[in-house]
């Protein structure tokens, strides 16, 4: 059992930045992927960022370019840094590692124009 928290949404304007983090406990030895989704309200969940252990990282089109996803194993965190945020950014952020395809509680993002 993998159990992830997530910190760091919030509320700001178009343009700004917020760093989300999320801290794994339990069973991580065989971690192999942790991501970012996102879900906004009417919407289905979408992948944002994806990084291996090894270091390989996979983004969302619509993100390119604007967030970087990192990964510190020594901590068993990621970190989801998201620059230029627009409105459209707006959504709950979930936290996912697989195995075993556990997910975070949320954290929202909130961006203003």
């Known amino acids: 059992q993998v159990q992830l928290v997530e910190s760091g949404g919030g509320l700001v304007q178009a343009g700004g930045s917020l760093r989300l983090s999320c801290a794994a406990s339990?069973?991580?030895?065989?971690?192999?992927?942790m991501g970012w989704y996102r879900q906004a309200p009417g919407k289905q969940r979408e992948l944002v960022a994806v990084i291996t252990s090894g270091g390989s990282t996979n983004y969302a089109n619509s993100v390119k370019g604007r967030f970087t996803i990192s990964r510190d194993n020594a901590k068993n965190t990621v970190y989801l840094q998201m620059n230029s945020l627009k409105p459209e950014d707006t959504a709950v952020y979930y936290c996912?590692?697989?195995?075993?395809?556990?997910w975070g509680q949320g954290t929202q993002v909130t961006v203003s124009s």
């Open positions: 996912h590692c697989s195995p075993p395809g556990s």
């Open positions: 339990g069973s991580i030895r065989n971690i192999y992927a």
